[in-house]
């Protein structure tokens, strides 16, 4: 376990995840507030997001349980919401190949949206696998850590804070952060330009299999954009 | 079945299932090597989901209802924080802006 532990960079991709911690910290209260409306006891609360750990999960399963669903659709709505944790899986593998199954197991349980998104260019910028794999962790740690604390901060205290404040609208500033430096040629234009037009024409969609075929399309578009059009930039 | 107990055991199999998606891949090509097709498409993965994520939570007033700028402040807000983006690339600086465009339209709409 220690072989791949370089302690620098652990605590510099703690120390990165700053913004991101404070992105997912209003969804995390949400994730509280959430499971009491639910009903959950505040132990219930807070495995779900010891254990799902998931907050896109966490919204529908309680939602759905509020509404009166039955389990076997509770189920299958957490399944599809967690397919695009599928791609960040299959985008991580091949730079977390060189590690043991100890540290892929690990570092598997911490790929969240905020992990990928924050890391996954430190991930191609270095092939230094043991100081990625500690700044991976280190991160992760962190955003599991911090979303523990705004769960119960949730379901302790959630209704204080007024909804006129729109603290939610930090959870997509933050991916607009991350997502914005990314478009800089021109097929990566054409990946969003897919990708947000599908994603409006096909939000009539159930269980929000929207964002999973919107970001496929996308994808798709891409490929299809790197055949036909000539490098540039 | 109590709603307790309900509560519980779907933590432990949506607990399962999130895992399984996010372990999958890994586990999957830590010892064969990846299609060269799967390869090229998994570099779009971040700009195509990020895109997917974003756009709803700032082109909807709410679920199915499409609004444009510039009565639709999260949108207006967002635009401004992509600018912002786009200039600094400072992920804290972003979402400042984008959090103090947001109250500033909504305090002048009203």
Redesign the interface.
């Known amino acids: 376990m220690r072989t791949y532990f370089s302690r620098a960079a652990f605590f510099e991709g703690a120390r990165d995840s700053?913004?991101?911690l404070?992105?997912v910290t209003p969804f995390g209260i949400v994730c509280g507030v959430g499971?009491v409306a639910?009903?959950?006891?505040t132990l219930?609360a807070l495995?779900?997001s010891m254990?799902?750990?998931?907050g896109a999960?966490q919204i529908v399963?309680t939602q759905l349980?509020v509404a009166g669903a039955p389990?076997a659709v509770?189920?299958l709505s957490?399944?599809v919401v967690?397919?695009?944790?599928?791609?960040?899986?299959?985008?991580?593998?091949?730079y977390?190949?060189p590690l043991d199954?100890r540290w892929?197991?690990l570092?598997?349980?911490v790929?969240t949206?905020q992990a990928?998104?924050g890391t996954?260019q430190r991930f191609r910028d270095s092939d230094d696998v043991r100081a990625n794999a500690s700044y991976f962790l280190g991160g992760g740690a962190m955003l599991w850590m911090i979303w523990q604390v705004a769960t119960l901060v949730g379901v302790l205290a959630g209704q204080l804070i007024p909804t006129?404040?729109?603290l939610e609208?930090?959870?997509?500033?933050?991916?607009?952060?991350?997502?914005?430096?990314?478009?800089h040629d021109r097929?990566?234009v054409l990946?969003?330009a897919?990708?947000?037009t599908?994603?409006?024409a096909l939000?009539?969609m159930p269980l929000r299999l929207?964002?999973?075929c919107?970001?496929?399309?996308?994808?798709?578009?891409?490929?299809i954009g790197?055949k036909i059009m000539p490098p540039n930039e | 079945m109590s709603r307790e107990l309900t509560i519980w055991l779907l933590v432990f199999v949506v607990g399962v299932i999130t895992y399984t998606t996010r372990v999958s891949f890994i586990a999957l090509f830590a010892r064969r090597s990846m299609p060269p097709l799967l390869a090229k498409a998994l570099k779009h993965v971040p700009a195509a989901m990020l895109t997917a994520i974003v756009i709803p939570a700032v082109a909807f007033s709410a679920p199915g209802v499409l609004q444009l700028p510039p009565s639709n402040t999260k949108l207006v807000a967002a635009l401004v924080a992509a600018g912002v983006a786009w200039w600094r690339q400072n992920t804290m600086l972003t979402m400042a802006v984008g959090m103090a465009a947001l109250w500033l339209l909504q305090y002048l709409v009203g």
């Open positions: 700053v913004p991101m404070i992105g499971a639910a009903g959950a006891s219930a495995a779900m254990i799902m750990f998931s999960a399963a349980l389990f509770v189920v957490c399944l967690s397919l695009r944790l599928l791609m960040y899986s299959a985008a991580m593998a091949p977390l190949r199954h892929r197991s570092l598997a349980f790929l949206d990928f998104a996954l006129s404040w729109h609208f930090v959870v997509p500033l933050c991916f607009i952060a991350v997502l914005v430096p990314l478009l097929v990566s990946v969003f897919v990708s947000a599908a994603v409006i939000d009539a929207s964002m999973i919107g970001g496929l399309l996308g994808i798709a578009a891409g490929v790197e």
